[in-house]
């Protein structure tokens, strides 16, 4: 017989047909999300599991399904999941790195790109119908190139951002991380570690992207924004929780921080009525790795871990299988 699976949203259908071959497929083919009750009813029977960042993978789920034997998640962030409860129970966890790191970079650039040059403060007025004469100062920004480009988590998104910043465009790039990188990784990017505080007073754009854990929540709250320049840019392709929105919407509408550009949001899909008020912050729906060849990649990974996790194949990105294997 062959081990039953779970596909708990909408994907590409030749991903599905691929796991139809080696699995007995219950797709649900809806971009609802699941709610936790039908989650589970659903899984309770299963071997496997294909989800998103979207699914919240508890201890609780987890219990409830004694056949489950891994979680594929088609995501490189894994916040959703508790993955401690997974290795407990034996429960094999895949992530989907690396398949998006150069699609998220190149998105993460745009939006402070479009933060820093008012690009879409500067359409809607434009759309509005309030575009009566050219003026020098009309929607005038800030400069990226040849300025100083902070990061904040220096994992593969954030160095594939260093280096569009720093071969690219010019920028001098600081960075703040938990471990630095070798003299080797960072000589060509000109990149220099500095303290939290430094980065955050230095930075004429930050970019945050650093993983969502308990230690990174509201990792940047009033007292680090009133660090910033007031005419630096903030923006965020991390997840919402890792900055405190409405100490931003505060700095943003007392123009004590220039602009900000935001792929996330705490509640999502709920966005925080404070930054929907406000003009000089761009806004897009968690669509950071987006692009239809790399979303395309991200569920062909999470469709070849699961395949490998239950026919006895190598798995190609396990979050926690050495300690599974331990
Ligand atoms: C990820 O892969 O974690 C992206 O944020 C998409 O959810």
């Given amino acids: 017989m062959k081990p039953k699976v779970l596909i708990a949203r909408r994907i590409f259908p030749d ?15 809806e971009n609802e999300p699941l709610t936790p009750a039908q989650l589970q009813r659903r899984l309770a029977d299963k071997h496997g599991l294909f989800a998103s960042g979207t699914e919240q993978i508890t201890a609780e789920l987890l219990d409830a399904c004694p056949e489950l034997k891994a979680v594929c998640l088609m995501t490189v ?13 034996g429960v094999l966890l895949t992530n989907a790195p690396d398949v998006l790191t150069e699609t998220t970079a190149d998105f993460g650039f745009a939006l402070m790109m479009a933060a820093a040059r008012r690009i879409s403060e500067s359409e809607h007025f434009l759309r509005r119908g309030d575009w009566t004469q050219w003026r020098v100062d009309l929607f005038a920004g800030a400069d990226i190139h040849g300025s100083t480009l902070g990061i904040l988590g220096m994992g593969r998104i954030g160095q594939a951002i260093a280096r569009r910043g720093a071969l690219g465009f010019g920028m001098q790039v600081i960075y703040h991380n938990r471990s630095r990188l070798s003299p080797e990784q960072e000589a060509p990017l000109g990149a220099q570690w500095v303290s939290k505080q430094e980065l955050l007073s230095r930075a004429d754009h930050l970019v945050i992207v650093v993983p969502y854990t308990p ?6 709250q009033a007292q680090d924004l009133a660090l910033m320049k007031r005419s630096a840019t903030l923006t965020n392709i991390a997840r919402g929780g890792v900055v405190d929105e409405d100490a931003l919407a505060q700095a943003l509408g007392e123009g004590r921080l220039a602009a900000a550009g935001l792929d996330v949001f705490e509640g999502e899909p709920t966005v925080n009525p404070r930054l929907l008020a406000l003009n000089n912050v761009v806004l897009t729906p968690h669509i950071a790795s987006a692009s239809v060849p790399t979303r395309r990649a991200m569920c062909n990974l999470a469709a070849d871990n699961l ?3 239950l026919t006895g194949g190598q798995v ?5 299988g050495r300690e599974l294997a331990a």
């Avoid at 991903?15 to 083919?29: G, I, P, S, T």
């Avoid at 230690?215 to 940047?220: D, V």
Wanted: charged fraction near 20%; proline fraction near 0%; include cysteine.
């Fill in 307 to 309: 395949i490998a996790a």
């Fill in 77 to 89: 962030g894994y916040n959703n999941v508790d993955v401690a409860a997974c290795t407990a129970l």
């Fill in 15 to 29: 991903v599905v047909a691929r796991l139809r071959e080696h699995f007995e497929v219950e797709w649900y083919d």
């Fill in 215 to 220: 230690e990174s929540h509201h990792l940047i």
């Fill in 316 to 320: 190609l990105t396990a979050v926690n």
